[in-house]
């Protein structure tokens, strides 16, 4: 199995397991987190703070899991094709 892949899949192992720092300690610490501003958790979160300030205001936000189907190598990028499966906290 991709090397990428296979940490990729363990980040959502762990994320299924609300195992937020098992999941920091497989990103690099210059990651940038990036998802639209139209959310309550959304924005560019960068570095492992920000990472964490992501995780913290998803949690704080939802009650939702995501179900990946498949990992899909994509040179050093890693596609996830899934559902998310949960609601949003109004």
């Known amino acids: 199995m991709n090397e990428n ?4 899949r363990r980040g959502y192992e762990a994320y299924a397991r609300h195992d937020v720092a098992a999941v920091m ?3 690099d610490r210059d990651i940038e987190v990036v998802q639209t501003e139209l959310l309550p958790w ?3 979160h960068l570095g492992l703070e920000g990472a964490q300030t992501f995780f913290r205001l998803l949690a704080k936000h939802t009650d939702a899991m995501p179900e990946p189907a498949a990992y899909i190598p994509a040179g050093n990028d890693v596609a996830v094709v ?3 499966r949960g609601t949003a906290r109004g």
């Open 5 to 8: 892949v296979e940490v990729v």
């Open 42 to 44: 959304g924005g560019v």
């Open 82 to 84: 899934g559902k998310l």
């Open 25 to 27: 300690a497989l990103v």
